[in-house]
């Protein structure tokens, strides 16, 4: 079975620095996927980010972007020129596709808060 | 488009009552799932279904009955609550394949005291 580790429950930086929040997995599949969710104080869940493991290029949306290291299982996400919107729960998640029911297997998350 | 619809938003149990979480997705996905969050333990998933009228167990299922009468909803329901489901509890969907992974509903937080 999947087993996805955030060791970091909670960090804080200032506003407009860059922050790295840590995950690994541990998988015996070849091909998969990778997830980022944050999760605000709305408690609504938001893909922020995801990465196919066939995929050597780091995935990148705006201000976020991982490190994806298949060898390494990690998969850390860093927000760059943080800003106070940012301020969440953000969530770690892994999903074999095309078998089943692909089903999302969860880290236990990082509470990210943002200083003014 | 209203995605995933849960309902109710807030609900507070007495021990031993029964009641069923409401979702409904809009999106014609086949796809649906239920997860409870817990401090500490992320989110983890109770039941899952890949189409009308076939569902399955997720990793904590013990406690939750569901069905899948239509491919829009996926109603959770817990026979008699303990203490033990006081939890957030989110539904989600997505369609096979789709490369984005799920949509989730907003969630409801149940109390059971």
């Known amino acids: 079975a999947q087993t996805v580790t955030q060791s970091q429950p909670e960090m804080s930086v200032q506003e407009a620095e860059t922050v790295t929040l840590s995950c690994t997995y541990d998988?015996?599949?070849?091909?998969?996927?990778l997830f980022w969710y944050k999760q605000p104080p709305s408690r609504q869940m938001i893909l922020v980010i995801r990465?196919?493991?066939?995929?050597?290029q780091n995935a990148t949306e705006n201000r976020f972007s991982v490190n994806f290291q298949k060898a390494a299982k990690s998969f850390s996400l860093k927000i760059s020129d943080s800003q106070l919107g940012d301020t969440a729960m953000y969530f770690c998640a892994f999903m074999k596709p095309f078998q089943g029911a692909q089903k999302l297997v969860f880290g236990q998350g990082t509470r990210l808060t943002i200083n003014p | 488009n209203a995605g995933v619809t849960q309902t109710p938003k807030f609900q507070v149990l007495k021990t031993g009552q029964s009641m069923t979480l409401q979702c409904a997705q809009d999106?014609?996905?086949?796809?649906m799932s239920w997860y409870r969050q817990d401090p500490g333990m992320g989110l983890r998933l109770i039941h899952y279904s890949v189409g009308a009228g076939i569902t399955d167990q997720g990793e904590v299922p013990n406690g939750y009955n569901v069905s899948r009468s239509t491919t829009e909803d996926f109603p959770l329901r817990l026979l008699s609550a303990a203490p033990s489901q006081t939890s957030v509890y989110f539904c989600?969907?997505?369609?096979?394949?789709?490369?984005?992974?799920?949509?989730f509903g907003s969630g409801t937080r149940l109390t059971v005291v």
């Open positions: 989600a969907s997505r369609q096979p394949g789709h490369v984005y992974g799920y949509t």
């Open positions: 990465q196919e493991a066939y995929k050597q």
């Open positions: 999106m014609n996905h086949e796809y």
């Open positions: 998988t015996s599949e070849s091909n998969y996927y």
